[in-house]
C-alpha cells in the first residue's frame, strides 16, 4: 500500500502532500506518515510546505474510529495533537497550502503551519466538534487561541462556524487566499524565500515566540489524555 503521505525535496524546499484518495482523514496510517515525512524535512534541513489533494486539505480525524473509542481512538488523537505541537516547534518554517477543506483535526493542522496560504473556492474551514455532539477538547481550544481574532476565537469553538476562505482571512485561519490554480505556485515561492532564512535563528526565535503556546498546549494535550478511553 502507497504512503498516504509523499515527500519531494527540491532546492531545499520539502513538499509534503497527503492524499489518501478520500478525504484525508488524520488516522494512524496518515499521522504516521506525516510525522516520518518531517523527520526527512529535519534532517535535510528543509522549509516544508505541507498541502493536501486539490479540493481536500484534511476532514479531520478518522470518525469510525474516533466514535468507536477505546484505546485505538485514544491513540488516534494523542498523535494528532501530538503533531501539531511538534509542527508548531518546527526547526524550519512550514508554510500551510491548503487546499480545499480543512475541518477540525485538518483545520487545526493549519493553524499549526507558520504561514498559511489557502485555495479560493467553495470550501470549508472551521471546527466542527460542537456541532456532532463533541465537547471541544483543551488542546482545541489552545490551538485555536493562538491564532484566531477573539470573536471568531469564541465562534469558532463554541458554535461550530465554518468559513469560506476568504472569510478565514480575517478570522485568523488563514494568512492569504489565492486562485486554487495559483496555490501551490505560491506556495513554492514563498518557501523558497524562506530558505534565506538563518535557520539557527528562526528556531531559536520561534521558540521563544511560542513559549507559552507551546507549554499551554503541552498541558491540554496532558489534559485531554484518556478521554476516550473505556
Do not use: W
Not at 516547534?89 to 483535526?105: D, K, L, N, R
Amino acid at each position: 500500500m502507497s504512503s498516504p503521505a509523499t515527500y519531494q525535496l527540491k532546492d531545499s524546499v520539502a513538499t509534503i502532500t497527503m492524499d489518501d484518495g478520500k478525504v484525508n482523514v488524520m488516522s494512524v496510517a496518515m499521522l504516521t506518515a506525516l510525522n516520518a515525512t518531517l523527520d526527512r524535512a529535519a534532517a535535510d534541513g528543509a522549509v516544508v510546505v505541507l498541502t493536501g489533494r486539490q479540493g481536500m486539505f484534511s476532514a479531520g480525524f478518522d470518525l469510525k474510529t474516533l466514535t468507536a473509542g477505546g484505546p485505538d481512538a485514544q491513540k488516534m488523537v494523542t498523535m494528532g495533537f501530538e503533531l501539531a505541537h511538534r509542527m508548531l516547534s518546527f526547526p524550519t518554517p512550514i508554510i500551510v497550502a491548503c487546499s480545499g477543506h480543512a475541518i477540525a483535526m485538518g483545520m487545526f493542522l493549519v493553524l499549526a503551519g507558520d504561514y498559511r496560504i489557502g485555495a479560493d473556492g467553495p470550501f470549508k474551514i472551521g471546527a466542527n466538534e460542537v456541532a456532532i455532539g463533541i465537547t471541544m477538547p483543551h488542546f482545541g481550544i489552545e490551538i485555536c487561541r493562538q491564532r484566531l481574532a477573539p470573536a471568531h476565537f469564541n465562534r469558532a469553538v463554541i458554535f461550530s462556524e465554518m468559513y469560506s476562505p476568504t472569510d478565514a482571512v480575517p478570522a485568523g485561519f488563514l494568512d492569504k487566499v489565492v486562485p486554487s490554480a495559483d496555490l501551490q505556485n505560491e506556495a513554492q515561492k514563498f518557501a523558497a524565500a524562506l530558505t534565506k532564512l538563518n535557520m539557527t535563528a528562526h528556531a531559536a526565535s520561534k521558540l521563544r515566540l511560542r513559549d507559552q503556546t507551546l507549554k499551554a498546549i503541552r498541558a491540554a494535550i496532558e489534559a485531554d489524555g484518556g478521554m476516550l478511553a473505556r
